[in-house]
């Protein structure tokens, strides 16, 4: 593989970030599955995390395996992400160990794939990054796609540890978020939904809130804003300007993120902390889908 | 009465949820490009509002001389693009199963007939709720197209 300028660029860029160890560059990427680092128990697994469920099956970075955020993830009884168990029953099943590096990717500018990185950082797993540009970037660049699903040897990996949940330092619940008022609150949805216009994001269907409009006080920054046309992150300048200057948001700052479902906000959660060094911010999961129907919560339009 | 989508049905039950999705994957590779007619003028499409990703539909019933309304078969064309297969997987579904039938087999269609394939465990509950609404809108196109003038909602 040979490194191109625009592969250095991208380096360059990422060395800028306050924690340049959570994301990763096709070409590093690359570089490790030519080298055979990659895959169930190895040192790199690489997880493909999307909002379509089939997206994966049509052809995914070679070596990578599925995990969805809906039938992975999310418990399918109580609204909340699975237990311990199963925590550890996913990543074992994906030969993943608790020292193993997790690079994952997906669609929507990695949207999905920053919500599978937040919620495996609920569960403490310390080295997971970001592949920057996610699947578009990868299929951009024609870099080999395939159809071909790793195999995974039960026992490649030594069984992943049980680890209880620890929410509390970046997950927010309602009764956090109204304890939280009057501190910096983050709206990452779309104009329309910010204001109350909208109850779901445009082009998506109505998952049914009975009230539009957002958390008082909140900030509307769409998530978007962090990420370029093609998938990737802005540089840390650029995140800067319209966090920092723009927002005036501080690193030292108790800032809660929302969004519709927590996805989106996952995203910010990540420039946030990873790129830009904030050392206190929560991911309020519940978002609108809560705020929006819970009796006698304050609403600002 | 076993219908075309009812023994598509039970194809899908049949096999381990694995392969449900392999199916699936199948059924989205294959949906079929729209015609031309209606590639190049998209304002004819109806949009599926419902589904995760953009979907787009049109439904055409044949006007056959002689063949009563309930009779005349119906064509289904679906739009979805390829970075959305479950949604396309839906639509080719669908199309297998309802494309050319009569306008009473599809109005007969039962709503709820896309929660028979099993695939609610393997793809999620919300994501089916774009299969059924799919459906729901073919069944009210057929409705507009066959309703005598001035009674169509």
Redesign the interface.
Known sequence: MTVTNNDNHDAAKIAEYAHPERLVTTAWLAQQIAEGNTGPGKDIVVLESDEDVLLYDTGHIPTALKLDWHQDLNDPLTRDYIDAETFATTMTSRGIARDTTVVIYGDKSNWWAAYALWVMTLFGHEDVRLLDGGRAKWIAEGREVTREVPEVQPGVTAAYPVVERDDSPIRAFRDDVLAHLGKPLVDVRSPGEYSGELLHMPDYPQEGAMRGGHIPGAKSVPWARAANEDGTFKTRAELEAIYLDEQGLSPNDDIVAYCRIGERSSHTWFVLTHLLGFENVRNYDGSWTEWGNTVRVPIER | MSTPLAELAEDFRAASPQDR??L??EF??ELPDLPERYADAPEKLEQV??????LFLAVEVGDEAGVDTNDQQVSIFFSAP??????R?FAGILHEALNGLTVREILDTPEQAPMEFGLAE???P??M??MVAMLSRIKRQVRLRTAPAGTAQ
């Open positions: 999705l392999q699936l994957l989205s590779d509002h419902e589904c995760q990703s953009p390829p970075e959305a297969p479950t949604t997987g393997v793809v999620s919300l994501r709720r774009g």
